[in-house]
């Protein structure tokens, strides 16, 4: 199950159409899969927040924006994976490269990145920015209906 630098994205990671009052309740709610299919511990989502508070993922993606969330330290992964989550409504996150104050991206698609090896980060974020510049994949993450197919078209658009 542990493809992660394969850009494996499994379907029971991936929640649609979810409701989020802001950004901090949206990372909580993306963790959940992580925690509940055993891939982190309970402080993950938090560790996660912290990070995105120095750190900012928000990223200006047509036709939706997206955030890439992880955590500031390994020490809450248990297995590496990645988790999806559709936003029903978009929360606005800090842009990329800045600060919690700085300008803001209107989220709609947040993948959180449970690492246990840091030295992954950087290969995995170039694979995923590229698959999240793909503006055709992202519209058509926005349309699925099923957490199967959002993972397939995932998968399939990393794998080019």
């Keep these: 199950m542990e493809k992660v630098n394969g850009m ?8 649609l159409d979810v409701k989020a009052q802001d950004w901090q309740d ?3 709610k993306a963790c959940r899969p992580l925690m509940n ?12 927040i912290a990070r995105e508070l120095q750190w900012a993922t928000g990223l200006p993606t047509e036709p939706v924006g997206v955030a890439i969330p992880h955590s500031l330290t390994p020490q809450h992964v248990i297995t590496a994976q990645i988790a999806a ?3 029903s409504q978009p929360v ?4 990329s490269g800045g600060t919690a104050d700085d300008g803001k991206v209107d989220v709609s698609i947040i993948f959180v990145l449970a690492l246990k090896d840091p030295k992954e980060q950087l290969s995995l974020l170039q ?8 503006e055709e ?4 993450l926005m349309g699925t209906s099923a957490p199967l197919e959002f993972s397939n078209i995932f998968n399939g658009a990393s794998a080019e």
Excluded: P, W
């Excluded at 299919?37 to 996660?48: I, L, N, Q, R």
């Excluded at 606005?92 to 842009?95: E, G, L, M, S």
């Excluded at 694979?127 to 793909?134: G, V, W």
């Design 92 to 95: 606005k996150f800090a842009q």
């Design 137 to 140: 994949m992202l519209a058509s």
């Design 26 to 28: 949206a990372i909580r």
């Design 37 to 48: 299919e055993g891939f982190v511990t309970e402080g993950y989502a938090e560790d996660v």
């Design 127 to 134: 694979k995923l920015m590229a698959a999240i510049s793909n």
């Design 85 to 87: 989550c559709r936003l």
């Design 8 to 15: 494996m994205l499994h379907s029971s990671c991936v929640q």
